[in-house]
């Protein structure tokens, strides 16, 4: 799949196929690879304070780089962990680390 900036969680950098957010409207979906529920676990979004929703989104990749940025989905099926997957470059992406 292309990179495309609009389609990477906020949180980890994984491509996810679909936006987090489009606009000020969340997809309710869940990153696969963080575990991240757009619009719950962000929910500070809606409030439109960008400062807030990096600070938020600073805890969550925080929290989850602490539990050992593990593979959050169990869905083998629909969101098996990619082969070669690395979460490390992943992050990359989004200039985390």
Known sequence: MKNNNDLLCPVCGFQLGF???DGDIDSQEICPSCG????????VRHQGDKDKTAKKYQE??????KGGMKWWSTDAV???QPVGW??????KSISQI
């Open 36 to 43: 991240t529920q757009f619009g719950y676990n962000d929910a």
């Open 78 to 80: 629909h969101h098996a």
């Open 19 to 21: 936006k987090a957010w």
């Open 86 to 91: 690395d979460p490390v470059e992943q992050l």
């Open 60 to 65: 969550i990749r925080e929290h989850w780089i």
